[in-house]
């Protein structure tokens, strides 16, 4: 997969290399290009933004010339690749792991980063999607950006070299994964539950399957209701009301 990213700050994306992006680069799964669309500017003094037109407004915009010109560069560039432009703007859809599903499928990934009060309007005849990723307002796009390569690259086959984790991930099955525990058996008087110790692999599928579901209950109920649920799921969720534990 190859990435671009639109960015007035392409050094803020040196912490990306360390973590998982690393990986996929080093297995060579991943091509990053970081484009300073300020450089792209066409004026003398290389603005990349100025006021809204009609006056008595918050902030500045920035301007569409320097991204439609790097929007251009990169499709000269890569015209064959499969490809995905995306906004990254708080007034947007929120995103979540169906939409990092649905981009893992591209070839290509195309980031714009807008910064100060937002973006001229027209540079939205260049975007096939427009993400948020949370109702609250970040200075700017970029850690937007980096949320958004975090979870597509993860789903990446070989980047976490274990594919059931993903499979497994909380959001992706339709419900949230259950407690994991680790060695010692106890520690501070806090015992691992038994079952998982027991070798009895229909027990312990079974017990994972009401912790999910139980857990689901507590945080997302409304997983549930999109859910299909089969007979053995209401079994152990009707278990789940009666005890109250949830
Ligand atoms: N830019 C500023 N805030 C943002 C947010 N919450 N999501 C995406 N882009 C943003």
Same mark, same amino acid.
């Given at each position: ?34 484009? @300073? ?36 560069? /990169? ?20 995103? @979540?792991?169906?939409?990092?599903? %649905?981009?893992?499928? %591209?070839?290509?990934?195309?980031? /714009? ?48 070299? @274990?594919?059931r984790?993903?499979?497994c991930?909380?959001?992706?099955s339709?419900l949230l994964e259950e407690p994991q525990y680790t060695r010692?058996k106890e520690?501070?008087?806090l015992k691992v539950p038994e079952v998982l110790l027991s070798g009895d692999h229909e027990k312990i599928r079974k017990w994972r399957l009401k912790e999910s579901l139980r857990k689901t209950c ?11 649920l089969t007979a053995e799921m209401k079994k152990m969720l009707a278990e789940i009301?009666h005890t109250?534990r949830?």
């Amino acid at each position: 997969m190859r990435i671009d990213i639109l960015t007035l700050f392409p050094e803020m994306f040196s912490s990306l290399e360390q973590a998982i992006l690393g990986k996929a680069k080093a297995k060579g799964l991943v091509d990053i290009y970081l484009h @300073n669309f300020q450089e792209m500017s066409d004026n003398k003094q290389k603005h990349a933004d100025d006021y809204p037109y009609g006056g008595e407004s918050a902030g500045m915009l920035l301007l569409p010339q320097p991204i439609f010109d790097t929007i251009d560069k /990169i499709q000269k560039e890569t015209p064959d690749l499969k490809k995905r432009v995306i906004l990254l703007d708080p007034t947007a859809q929120v995103f @979540n792991q169906q939409k990092a599903e %649905e981009f893992v499928k %591209e070839e290509q990934l195309i980031f /714009i980063c807008g910064r100060y009060e937002g973006v001229d309007e027209r540079v939205r005849f260049l975007v096939s999607d427009e993400v948020s990723i949370g109702d609250y307002v970040l200075t700017g796009g970029e850690l937007a950006a980096m949320v958004i390569i975090d979870a597509v690259m993860r789903l990446f086959p070989g980047v976490l070299g @274990n594919e059931r984790s993903v499979k497994c991930d909380s959001y992706s099955s339709g419900l949230l994964e259950e407690p994991q525990y680790t060695r010692p058996k106890e520690f501070r008087g806090l015992k691992v539950p038994e079952v998982l110790l027991s070798g009895d692999h229909e027990k312990i599928r079974k017990w994972r399957l009401k912790e999910s579901l139980r857990k689901t209950c507590q945080r997302r109920p409304k997983m549930l209701e999109k859910l299909a649920l089969t007979a053995e799921m209401k079994k152990m969720l009707a278990e789940i009301f009666h005890t109250k534990r949830i």
